[in-house]
């Protein structure tokens, strides 16, 4: 079946430091994806989401891009804050299918050192 | 802002018992889920349900049976809890129709059972 994973599953950088959480799938027709982020003890929350439509989109310190081509995509994280140590996900639902189905990577653990 | 309450953040349970965990949300969302989510494994979807009263399996679904009476409660039941049912549980809701797929995730609830 139709996966997404991530290229590294832990990540440590300095305080003040650009962050780089990196995710391929599988489906060349998948057509939306979403990045959680989930701190120790807590729920997943939405971060921010891209449509196959875009190559990149930017929230605040973070941006998303997506390269249709090698089937990627990756968040970055501006001045990385201790604040934004978590686990980084992936998810996106079937293509064409039921939007309610999501399929989670494994996660990023993202560790900022001060 | 969604809100996703979880009726316990921790729980201890013996072999056998059964177990209830609620979960309800504010935004008058039709979708909702639940999930498990273990280390090395992810999220795994255990029941959702798209409207009052109804459900469908999902990945999961064993040892695990799901109530929706009303649309912003959604329970999940464990009839009789195994060691095996040890893991974090998470609720999701999701807004049906136009507009993202993100779902909306409670805390979650750390179940132990011994």
Redesign the interface.
Known sequence: GESVGLHLPTLSVQEGDNSIINCAYSNSASDYFIWYKQESGKGPQFIIDIRSNMDKRQGQRVTVLLNKTVKHLSLQIAATQPGDSAVYFCAEPPPGGSNYKLTFGKGTLLTVNP | DVK?TQSSRYLVKRTGEKVFLECVQDMDHE?M?WYRQDP????R?IY?S?DVKMKEK?DIPEGYSVSREKKERFSLILESASTNQTSMY?C?S?G?GTG?????????TRLTVT
């Open positions: 996703v979708n889920f090395g494994l992810g999220l979807l959702f798209y999902g998470l999701a999701q049906a993202g797929d993100e779902q909306y995730f409670g805390p979650g």
